[in-house]
């Protein structure tokens, strides 16, 4: 026989297909054997019981919501468009059919939901007039254009065109599938537009009033084209911009519906005082203490608060926002922006700075059971009175153990107040203990402390740290990700790296919808109350709260290398967005 000729071979197969169901097993028994949940770790002792955990609640649910989700799969062309006029009660668009034999030649997982995203950024456009559609789109000042099956760049903006250069060669990967189509870019890293609630509510309803399924016979696949566009030369459609002499948060605040917390809250006075934390604060979207839903965990009109609890919010490096609506596409923004999402232009590079290159890092089992960050000082610009209200400064601080001891002494420090033994009673490290524990198990600090204003200053609080390349990062255990100017860009890297990712943002991705918090990352609240009793959960050892983070390492490796690489990156962007029709199915 033949593997008898050749034993190293076969011990070697067998010795794979070993590990795999050794694997499974432990996975099988970490979800299915609650032995597992119920061992006292010498670090849990008793009074802490790891099995009636919240964020063993939270796991089981995110396992199984992400179950239900995946039923919804399809692997046909019938049933995708089914799903598709179901879902979106329109014909789906011409050219459908190829859109989903790609899609099912690079093995994609298809569920119609991972696109709602596109869905709720594309409703408001519905409703503008195709022409000032198209004008506002064709002239914007970078623009990847395609015709007649070919993407071209048009548009100079400078020291941005890496990005852009990125994003052409995306699109040019499937321009041939493509009508005559303009996409306007933004080329800052933060987002632009903000329609005011009343307006994008109009927008929105007169979407969902006209949506109607058109009966097939009136069904065609022709696209009118440019041709009258690119015929008649237009100056840059430029719209009244709100610019750094105004408060950010103001104005976006004005698309903070009525019923929401930060409907015509005001930016505080005075941000000098230490950052103030909502007391006693068991918000909705939190379970426990920690985070449920992470849509509303994200958005910062169900969060006042955030207002002086983020960069983004308080003074961003650039403002240049609009309340109208321009078709831009840009790879991040808050919930409160109207731009359309594409995959970010750092996930389609190969460099290592952002993605850690192929390397993974080592196994688990041989990853550190500590924590590393680095990264720059980013998040918006740090002023004297207000640098203490940044996210990242908050995060670096929390993570240093002279700055916790200090506030284990006093109370609280300027960034950030401890976790309450209230909301969070099962949590072991008591005060006094913090300090002692993060000075071994945490290593974080900015590689640069302002990239873009002198801040010296900022030296009396931080220390400037050698950096740490990003697959280096990955013998680490534990990864906490937070927003820079806007998305921090490493997350597809962190998900890729089996270490976990700790995340808390504002920023919406084009992935959301195919990513589970608590299956395939931990979930972080922006006021970063819930990091300690998180850590204090995952990171014991060798016990149950390590094995659970080694299970949502592994799942959001997997899941990201099934559903975040660049094919599907590529099927998320071609979106024909006419109202016009596929329906050969049906026919
Ligand atoms: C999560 O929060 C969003 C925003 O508030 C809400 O629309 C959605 O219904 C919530 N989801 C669940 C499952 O409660
Ligand atoms: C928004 O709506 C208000 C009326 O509610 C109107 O005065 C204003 O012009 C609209 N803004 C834009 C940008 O359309
Ligand atoms: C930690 O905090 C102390 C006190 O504020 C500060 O001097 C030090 O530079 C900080 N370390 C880092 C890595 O930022």
């Known amino acids: 026989m033949a593997y008898l000729r050749s034993p190293p071979l076969f011990v070697l197969k067998c010795v794979g297909v070993f590990f795999i169901l050794l694997f499974l097993a432990a996975n099988v028994a970490l979800w299915h054997d609650t032995q597992y949940w119920n061992v006292p770790s010498v670090h849990h002792p008793a009074g802490a019981p790891t099995h009636n955990h919240p964020i063993r609640k939270l796991m089981l649910d995110a396992r199984k919501r992400h179950e239900e989700t995946l039923l919804k799969r399809s692997t046909d062309l019938n049933t995708a468009a089914r799903r598709y006029r179901e879902r979106r009660g329109r014909h789906p668009p011409p050219g459908f059919d190829r859109w989903f034999q790609a899609a099912m030649e690079t093995d994609a997982i298809h569920v119609e939901d991972y696109f709602d995203r596109i869905y709720k950024d594309l409703a408001p456009y519905w409703a503008l007039e195709p022409e000032v559609l198209k004008r506002r789109a064709s002239s914007w000042h970078f623009v990847v254009r395609v015709r007649g099956g070919t993407a071209t760049m048009k548009g100079d903006v400078g020291d941005r065109v890496l990005w852009l250069e990125l994003w052409n060669t995306l699109v040019e990967e499937f321009a041939e599938h493509l009508p005559d189509v303009d996409m306007p870019i933004n080329y800052m890293d933060e987002s632009r537009i903000l329609v005011p609630f009343n307006n994008i509510t109009t927008l929105v309803d007169k979407e969902k009033k006209e949506r109607k399924m058109v009966d097939v016979k009136e069904v065609t696949t022709e696209f009118k084209g440019l041709k009258e566009i690119d015929e008649t030369s237009s100056e840059t459609y430029e719209p009244e911009w709100h610019g750094p002499d105004e408060q950010y948060w103001d104005v976006a605040v004005k698309t903070c519906g009525p019923n929401t917390p930060a409907h015509g809250v005001k930016q505080v006075a005075d941000l000098s005082q230490p950052s103030e934390f909502p007391q006693n604060y068991r918000p909705s979207y939190a379970y426990k ?244 009793p998180a850590l204090d959960f995952f990171a014991d050892g060798d016990g149950p709260g390590d094995m659970a983070a080694r299970f949502i390492a592994e799942s959001g490796k997997d899941w990201a290398e099934a559903t975040l690489r660049r094919e599907d990156m590529r099927l998320v962007c071609d979106e024909n967005r006419h109202n016009l029709g596929f329906v050969d199915d049906i026919k």
């Not at 601080?397 to 976790?419: C, I, K, Q, Y």
């Open 289 to 532: 203490g920690f985070i449920q839903n992470w849509t509303a965990a994200i958005d910062p009109c169900l969060q006042p608060h955030l207002r002086q609890l983020h960069g983004s919010l308080i003074e961003p490096v650039s403002i240049r926002s609009t309340e109208e609506l321009i078709p831009l596409f840009g790879g991040s923004k808050l919930p409160m922006n109207n731009e359309i999402l594409i995959p970010g232009a750092m996930y389609l590079t190969d460099r290592e700075f952002y993605s850690g290159g192929e390397s993974h890092g080592p196994t688990w089992v041989r990853k550190k059971t500590q924590l590393v960050w680095r990264g720059m000082g980013s998040g918006g610009r740090t002023k004297p009175h207000s640098w203490h209200h940044f996210q990242r400064h908050r995060l670096i601080d929390m993570l240093n153990s002279t700055s916790v001891s200090r506030a284990e002494a006093e109370g609280r420090a300027m960034t950030f107040e401890l976790p309450s033994h209230e909301i969070y009673p099962d949590y072991r490290i008591k005060d006094g203990q913090l300090s002692e524990w993060l000075k071994t198990f945490a290593d974080a600090g900015f590689g640069l402390l302002c990239p873009y204003d002198e801040c010296d200053w900022l030296g009396t609080y931080f220390k400037v740290v050698k950096s740490i390349p990003m697959k280096k990062q990955y013998q680490y255990k534990f990864l906490p990700d937070v927003d820079g100017n806007s998305f921090s860009a490493r997350f597809r890297g962190f998900l890729r790296s089996t270490s976990v990712p700790l995340k808390a943002s504002i920023y919406t991705e084009w992935h959301d919808d195919r990513l589970v918090p608590w299956l395939h990352f931990i979930p972080l609240d922006n006021t970063l109350q819930d990091l300690f």
